[in-house]
């Protein structure tokens, strides 16, 4: 059964930093090509950023600059450092695993920035 469960988000004001990770455990995380998606209010799903196997990453040009995407294949985990938050960062974080047997998601975590 494969499962990936994010942490790390919550309530931060602007400019301010955030952490990410999402465990994953029921796949070969190696071999899966991990991405952060976020879901705001009323909007659709997007993507943040991503990264393959090979570690190169790709970023919605909204984060650029500003947030980054890395892996621990040792650890069966994908992380996103956020800086520099904005309060149109304020969304749901879903992290997601892109494999050859499929295409899964967490549960998601909030991240609310204030100004």
């Known amino acids: 059964q494969v499962q990936l469960v994010e942490s790390g988000g919550g309530l931060v004001q602007a400019g301010g930093s955030l952490r990410l990770s999402c465990g994953a455990s029921?796949?070969?995380?190696?071999?899966?090509?991990m991405g952060w998606y976020r879901q705001a209010p009323g909007k659709q799903r997007e993507l943040v950023a991503r990264i393959t196997t090979g570690g190169d990453t790709s970023y919605a040009d909204s984060v650029k600059g500003r947030f980054t995407i890395s892996r621990d294949n040792g650890k069966n985990t994908v992380y996103l450092q956020m800086n520099s938050l904005k309060p149109e960062d304020t969304a749901v974080y879903y992290c997601n695993a892109a494999h050859v047997l499929g295409d899964y998601w967490g549960q998601g975590t909030q991240v609310t920035v204030s100004s």
């Open positions: 029921g796949i070969i995380f190696r071999l899966s090509v």
